[in-house]
């Protein structure tokens, strides 16, 4: 399995961000994917997830600013960022899980593979 992401940069507050997730070796139809990410001296965290179903979750930080969808025909997951700010600067990373919830989680030690991450720089 590869994760591959993209879309990282840096953009000045309320600016845009798509974060893209290219996988090979797994399928992201039906199965469970997730965004995480590290800020610098920070524990990574959820930031937002998306089950089986298409059913959505999202961090409280992060709600009615950023949208996770997946595209089956190109077997990517993505994450729309808007309104950004200075607090979600960070590596942010593509996750998923062997396991096939109905509904999202946002722990990372429940995912089974990762992508090397891509820079995120809000300021």
């Known amino acids: 399995v590869q994760l591959v992401e993209s879309g990282g940069g840096s953009v000045q507050p309320g600016g845009s961000l798509r974060l893209s997730c290219a996988a090979s070796g797994y399928t992201v139809t039906g199965n469970s994917m997730a965004w995480f990410r590290q800020g610098p001296g920070k524990e990574r965290e959820g930031v937002a997830g998306i089950s089986v179903y298409g059913r959505t979750r999202y961090a409280d930080s992060v709600k009615g600013r950023f949208t996770i969808s997946k595209d089956n025909a190109k077997n990517t997951l993505y994450l729309q960022m808007d309104s950004l700010k200075p607090e979600d600067t960070g590596m942010h990373y593509c996750?998923?899980?062997?396991?096939?919830?109905?509904?999202?989680?946002?722990?990372?030690?429940?995912?089974?593979?990762w992508g090397q991450g891509t820079q995120v720089t809000v300021s």
């Open positions: 996750a998923a899980a062997r396991a096939r919830w109905l509904d999202p989680v946002l722990t990372p030690a429940d995912y089974d593979y």
